[in-house]
């Protein structure tokens, strides 16, 4: 069995898994952050993001590439010709669901969770610590408990050490996350929520909205 103080983390730079890192380095040695490239219209602000918070915690930090993710997917995270929805009614569960269409990525999370879990066993780590959040598990089901345990018992029989994957948010909506960052004192204002990597948030895509109305929910 790999050793349960060990953690491996997917670090995306979001509040998510921002508030996944510090609680994992609260209570395990986070030993890797990995980082996923794959073609992303966020990724020069992501890898900024969560390199900065590895640094602040002295966690090292690898990025992964995966061009062949970015080549057989439409998305509008990586299609720079698709145009990102934009100003969603979250609470209109038809137009989140069709926004997560347009920004799905085939088997994004399966495909982390695999090369994270790779890693957790060459490292002879217990946790795989993900960032995914109860609120996106709505339209997003790798988001969601159900995936979590789905992938568990997965890796019980893919891997000789068993790591499980360990996610502090995932009964948890954006306001509660963003109010246990605060709890940590994680800086939000060096989070990446974004879907695009301009100088400052849009402010409207999905993404942004959700950590916007969080924010004005905690009023920060």
């Given at each position: 069995?790999?050793?349960s103080?060990?953690?491996?983390?997917?670090l995306?730079?979001?509040?998510?898994?921002v508030v996944?890192?510090?609680?994992?380095?609260?209570c395990?040695?986070?030993?890797?952050?990995?980082?996923?490239?794959?073609?992303?219209?966020?990724?020069?602000k992501?890898?900024?993001a969560a390199s900065?918070?590895?640094?602040?915690?002295?966690?090292?930090?690898?990025?992964?590439?995966?061009?062949?993710?970015?080549?057989?997917?439409?998305?509008?995270?990586v299609?720079?010709?698709?145009?990102?929805?934009?100003?969603?009614?979250?609470?209109n569960?038809?137009?989140?669901?069709?926004?997560?269409?347009?920004?799905?990525?085939p088997?994004r999370?399966?495909?982390?969770?695999n090369i994270?879990a790779?890693?957790?066993?060459a490292?002879?780590?217990?946790?795989?610590?993900?960032?995914?959040n109860?609120e996106?598990?709505?339209?997003?089901s790798?988001?969601?408990?159900?995936?979590v345990?789905?992938?568990?018992?997965?890796?019980?029989?893919?891997?000789q050490?068993?790591?499980?994957?360990?996610?502090?948010?995932i009964?948890?909506?954006?306001?509660q996350?963003?109010?246990?960052?605060l709890?940590?004192g994680?800086?939000?204002?060096?989070?990446?929520?974004?879907?695009?990597?301009n100088?400052?948030l849009c402010?409207?895509c999905?993404s942004?909205?959700?950590?916007?109305?969080?924010?004005?929910?905690?009023?920060?």
């Amino acid at each position: 069995m790999a050793h349960s103080n060990l953690s491996i983390i997917t670090l995306s730079g979001g509040l998510d898994s921002v508030v996944n890192l510090y609680e994992a380095f609260r209570c395990s040695k986070v030993v890797l952050a990995l980082t996923f490239d794959y073609g992303q219209r966020s990724f020069r602000k992501e890898c900024a993001a969560a390199s900065y918070f590895c640094e602040q915690l002295n966690v090292p930090h690898q990025i992964i590439e995966l061009e062949w993710l970015s080549r057989i997917t439409t998305s509008a995270l990586v299609n720079r010709s698709a145009p990102l929805p934009t100003s969603v009614d979250l609470e209109n569960h038809l137009a989140t669901a069709e926004s997560a269409k347009a920004v799905w990525v085939p088997n994004r999370n399966g495909v982390f969770i695999n090369i994270a879990a790779s890693f957790a066993e060459a490292m002879g780590a217990g946790w795989i610590v993900v960032g995914w959040n109860k609120e996106e598990a709505a339209t997003f089901s790798d988001n969601s408990g159900e995936f979590v345990n789905a992938s568990n018992q997965f890796l019980e029989l893919s891997t000789q050490t068993q790591p499980t994957i360990q996610c502090w948010t995932i009964e948890m909506d954006k306001t509660q996350i963003l109010s246990r960052a605060l709890e940590l004192g994680i800086d939000i204002n060096n989070i990446w929520p974004c879907y695009e990597s301009n100088d400052e948030l849009c402010g409207v895509c999905e993404s942004c909205q959700r950590f916007l109305r969080a924010k004005m929910a905690s009023s920060t």
